[in-house]
């Protein structure tokens, strides 16, 4: 028997095990550059993707604008310029061309005055435009965020029950989900807003929500109702696979309840999944609010939405051809860099996913 | 046919069916609920005169009662009663009218988009990572971003009012040019993008590379190997592309002013015409399930590597 098998054998503790580390054991256990994690990770390979950050600053630029500009704007989205009170209407304040004064401005400007200019000039009822685009801009955004939060919300809530529990819920549930799937969504959709904005109209009369406005209200209502049926799928394929991981079955067996799964297990491992398709689910609820706008679905008057924005400028098109061209290219700008950065996000995030 | 795809068949056949049925309970339902009912708002009617009105139109009945009335005609004889709004005219005449522009509009631009999307992807696929193929990719990017009605106003607007190359009123032949352009140019890109991946895909297959090591010429790979089988992913595309044909012609109409049935439902939403928005419903309804079955079951049936649930 070697030296070295008696030592292991005998009670005696080994001294030199105690000895303090020499600079080169040290050495091994420095941290060369701090431990990156999935998320971090996902940030390197997002920044390095120049057409994802090139969206992203516009969509950053576009919603700070958006926000901030008719807090220090002079003119108000709804303001008819023309109209004051105990006056006739002043006509030439209707239809101004960028960069034109109505009457009244004309003569203080005459005066010496600085007038603030109508950068895209004004609307058919003097309302300048510059103002109503940019707040047009603010509810499309809003409408957008709002109705992908309620889509995640109800198709996270209904995917996990569905596919932790199983069974006969989850095929009740999934049932439910293929029929609405194959339902054709826009003539439902367009359906449902004839309809809601009737019925909620009065019903909505004196609380918060009246200023919101029913025709609003009712676009989320329709998202609730339709558009979480593609959400739910994913959640409920993700937890499907995760389930039968073992780290899942190690939590039941120690006594985790099934909330807790849920929400300290299974959510958390497929919350890249969810984020990024719920980035891109903004862009296609911007599309579809424009869409009813443009049918006269959408926003209640005066708001303004950039699709009731292009819907109106097509009365004047002929002679106003921009009122037309502003908003349709804020949309697209706005929808294009919405879909490159969720793209961006997905192949920073998942490349499980990537195609 | 192997007894699995047979199930699957039935299977979808019978969802199909039902979701029809979900339609129109939906539609019914939806359209009494309007507080009400359709006549509120016309001026000038004698209490008298509104139920009269009622009485002629069935809606005295109770609810179930005109439910099932109303399921028995709509599935017996294609029958949605009277247009409240255009008296004397039926909704299904209304519709039967209409659907023949919108048909030739849509067929036309159905066509284009396939046969220019899927040559357009081929060559972006053939010439990977050339100028060409760049372009294609950008201009396909940005045409997938632009809603239709924005596309359709802007197109009228250039050719119509500016160049006065194209009339802008689509009830003539030629107006219908720029609605079908209109149309078509979303899922021209979306089947270009299609088909490119998925022609990149198959030509990275080891059946292609043997071809090319027995000699087979390059025509003869891209026409009977590879595009043959690129062209499967195209067949789902098929359904969804006619869903946004038939969505997106409903504003392309009104902005051409093409006399089709996509103008007469907008017009009926306008108009609060509820027997006419429902029957455009269900029948525009039950035209994307049934075309989203076909294309389900073609891509199935073509396919028999693709397994079924």
């Known amino acids: 028997m070697d030296i070295n098998n008696l030592k292991r054998l005998s009670a005696q503790v080994n001294v030199d095990d105690f000895l303090p580390a020499s600079d080169e054991e040290k050495e091994y256990m420095v941290k060369m550059r701090p431990s990156t994690t999935f998320f971090k990770d996902g940030v390197r390979r997002l920044r390095k993707n120049k057409v994802a950050m090139v969206s992203f600053f516009i969509i950053i630029i576009i919603t700070l604008a958006a926000i901030f500009i008719p807090m220090i704007w002079p003119y108000d989205y709804s303001t008819m310029l023309g109209i004051s009170p105990g006056k006739p209407v002043d006509a030439s304040f209707n239809n101004l061309r960028p960069f034109t004064y109505g009457a009244t401005e004309q003569a203080r400007i005459a005066a010496g005055e600085s007038v603030f200019p109508h950068i895209f000039g004004t609307d058919a009822n003097g309302r300048d435009y510059f103002i109503r685009v940019i707040y047009g801009t603010r509810i499309s955004l809003a409408v957008g965020f709002f109705a992908s939060l309620i889509v995640l919300v109800i198709g996270l809530t209904v995917g996990a029950i569905s596919g932790y529990f199983g069974g006969i819920v989850d095929i009740i549930i999934m049932r439910i989900v293929d029929v609405i799937y194959s339902l054709p969504d826009m003539l439902m959709v367009i359906l449902l807003a004839t309809v809601l904005r009737q019925i909620l109209g009065p019903a909505l009369e004196g609380t918060v929500l009246e200023k919101i406005g029913s025709n609003i209200i009712s676009l989320f209502v329709v998202f609730a109702l339709l558009y979480w049926v593609s959400m739910s799928r994913l959640v409920r394929g993700q937890i499907l696979s995760l389930r039968e991981q073992e780290y899942v079955l190690a939590a039941q067996a120690s006594g985790a309840s099934g909330r807790w799964v849920i929400t300290k297990h299974l959510i958390p491992n497929c919350i890249s999944v969810i984020v990024i398709s719920t980035a891109l689910q903004i862009p296609s609820a911007i599309f579809t609010e424009s869409y009813l706008s443009f049918l006269g679905l959408g926003v209640n008057a005066p708001m303004p939405s950039l699709g009731s924005l292009a819907s109106d400028a097509l009365n004047g098109i002929s002679s106003y051809a921009y009122r037309l061209v502003i908003p349709a290219i804020i949309i697209s700008l706005i929808v294009l860099s919405l879909n490159l950065f969720g793209d961006g996000l997905r192949d920073a995030f998942d490349p499980k996913l990537n195609d | ?309």
């Open chain 2, 1 to 309: 046919m192997n007894p699995k795809t047979l199930k699957y068949i039935v299977k979808r056949l019978i969802l199909a069916v039902f979701t029809v049925w979900v339609v129109i309970t939906v539609t019914f339902f939806i359209m009494h609920a309007v507080p009400g009912g359709p006549f509120v708002g016309e001026k000038a009617v004698s209490e008298a005169a509104q139920k009269a009105m009622e009485a002629k139109y069935g809606l005295d009945k109770p609810l179930f009662a005109q439910y099932t009335t109303y399921l028995k005609d709509v599935v017996l004889h294609l029958d949605f009663g009277p247009s409240l709004k255009q008296r004397g005219r039926d909704v299904i005449d209304i519709i039967t009218d209409g659907l023949k522009t919108s048909a030739k509009l849509g067929l036309i631009a159905a066509f284009l988009a396939l046969i220019i999307g899927v040559v357009l992807g081929a060559i972006a696929a053939l010439r990977r990572n050339t100028f060409f193929d760049r372009v294609i990719m950008v201009l396909t990017t940005a045409l997938i971003s632009m809603p239709s009605f924005i596309m359709g106003t802007l197109l009228l607007v250039a050719f119509a009012i500016k160049m006065h190359m194209l009339p802008a009123n689509g009830s003539t032949a030629a107006g219908l040019i720029l609605p079908v352009i209109t149309l078509m140019l979303y899922p021209m890109s979306y089947i270009t993008r299609l088909t490119r991946s998925s022609m990149l895909d198959v030509l990275g297959q080891d059946y292609v590379r043997t071809a090319k090591a027995k000699g087979v010429s390059r025509l003869r790979i891209i026409f009977g190997h590879a595009l043959k089988n690129a062209l499967i992913p195209v067949i789902t595309y098929f359904g969804p592309m006619l869903a946004y044909i038939v969505t997106g012609s409903l504003v392309v109409e009104q902005i051409f002013a093409v006399p089709g049935i996509g103008r007469a439902f907008v017009n009926s939403i306008t108009n609060r015409d509820y027997t006419l928005i429902m029957g455009t419903t269900i029948i525009l309804a039950t035209f994307i399930v049934i075309m989203n079955l076909v294309s389900d079951i073609l891509y199935k049936v073509v396919d028999p590597r693709i397994t079924l649930e």
